[in-house]
């Protein structure tokens, strides 16, 4: 399937190199693939493939490639400088695409800055938008539920069978643990990586609290602390920090914990349809600074009386939507209408997975979630 990123990608590439990064299997390479059958002759080098590797060090690639792709090269050593030497003295002709999957901000390293010399994008998985816009006879209230029982990855997504996509997701989860993970931590770590991961699997949407966890795993918070930003840095969950005009007071409370792969979540329709929202709102926030630059973030809602919504998205400092999600109920959830109030100039959402009818009460619009998804950027 053709993702909505991709007539960008190529225009982007006819300006500067572009950095593409994302989660394991989310796409990367079918994307660059997809990519390299529209700038022929292309070349696709991978730092994992010894024989690629060489092909890298040597700098012994075609010259003549209209499109050069470059697979996990941050595995390089002072890979930032090598990168900026093939930037300055590629052909005019030539476009460069980078994919990875950890967080290039992951990998400070020593060396010259890329700074003015890149794009950056980020590739999520398929979201509402995505698969309506591809699969035009599906209702976006028939994605979501299809998205919320396999999650977004390709191919779990488009698997002909639930049994198949099982079998997908068993083997990612054994891959993260045993080679992505393997690369940040020590070898006697990962039975403890692997138990966090799974007490992480049934917490989502409530607020983490580290020290409560570490307790019951016998470990040093500040060691989970570790392990929780080796899970952001490989694309495996991402965290939602509460809203607060002071940055520094936000950091002192809890943050939620999402997995970019819904089908991970345990638990009942509910989470689940809160994690495959948070999701597409991450991925809507991450287009609109991509593509547009805009100072946007996703965070949530919360009072020490314990009042919480689900999501808000602020641009440039300032709250613009507030977003609670809600399986089946159509009452008026009071956070939302106290939030509404407190914030006149701020769009007022209460999402609804199975719901009949839109309404609007008072400063609250209740919407059919598929719908309004569908109608985001990305």
């Not at 996509?165 to 990586?193: C, G, K, P």
């Not at 638990?267 to 809507?284: C, P, Q, S, V, W």
């Not at 959830?333 to 106290?338: F, G, N």
């Not at 999402?351 to 998804?373: C, F, K, M, P, S």
Request: overall charge positive; glycine content about 4%.
């Amino acid at each position: 399937m053709k993702r909505t990123l991709s007539d960008r990608i190529v225009a982007d590439l006819d300006r500067k190199l572009v950095i593409l990064t994302g989660p394991r299997q989310v796409g990367k390479t079918t994307l660059a693939q997809q990519l390299m059958a529209i700038k022929v002759p292309a070349q696709y080098l991978n730092w994992d493939i010894p024989e690629d590797r060489t092909v890298l060090l040597r700098r012994s690639w075609d010259r003549q490639t209209r499109l050069l792709v470059m697979d996990e090269i941050h595995k390089m050593s002072e890979w930032k400088t090598w990168l900026k030497g093939i930037v300055d003295g590629r052909a005019p002709h030539q476009a460069l695409l980078v994919t990875g999957s950890a967080r290039m901000d992951t990998f400070r390293q020593s060396g010259e800055s890329l700074a003015g010399r890149y794009f950056s994008w980020h590739l999520h998985p398929i979201s509402v938008h995505e698969w309506c816009a591809t699969h035009p006879d599906t209702t976006p209230e028939a994605a979501l539920r299809h998205l919320m029982q396999r999650g977004g990855f390709p191919e779990p997504c488009l698997a002909s069978t639930d049994e198949e996509a099982n079998r997908w997701r068993a083997q990612y989860a054994s891959d993260l643990i045993r080679e992505d993970i393997l690369e940040f931590s020590r070898l006697h770590e990962v039975n403890a990586m692997r138990l966090f991961l799974d007490i992480l699997r049934s917490r989502v949407g409530s607020p983490l609290s580290l020290a409560s966890i570490a307790r019951d795993l016998a470990i040093a918070p500040s060691t989970l602390k570790r392990y929780l930003d080796i899970l952001q840095a490989l694309f495996i969950v991402f965290t939602v920090q509460p809203w607060h005009r002071n940055i520094a007071r936000a950091t002192l409370q809890a943050s939620k914990v999402y997995f970019y792969d819904t089908g991970m979540v345990q638990g009942d329709e509910g989470i689940k349809f809160e994690n495959a929202t948070a999701t597409m709102l991450l991925k809507h926030v991450h287009f609109r600074r991509d593509s547009k630059g805009c100072n946007t973030h996703l965070h949530y809602l919360r009072t020490k009386d314990g009042a919480e919504v689900d999501f808000a998205i602020s641009e440039d400092d300032e709250l613009v939507q507030l977003i609670e999600c809600k399986y089946a109920d159509n009452h008026l959830h009071r956070a939302l209408t106290r939030f509404a109030e407190a914030f006149p100039t701020t769009q007022a959402i209460q999402l609804v997975a199975n719901l009949r009818q839109n309404e609007t009460r008072g400063r609250v619009a209740i919407r059919q979630a598929g719908d309004w998804l569908a109608k985001l950027e990305a």
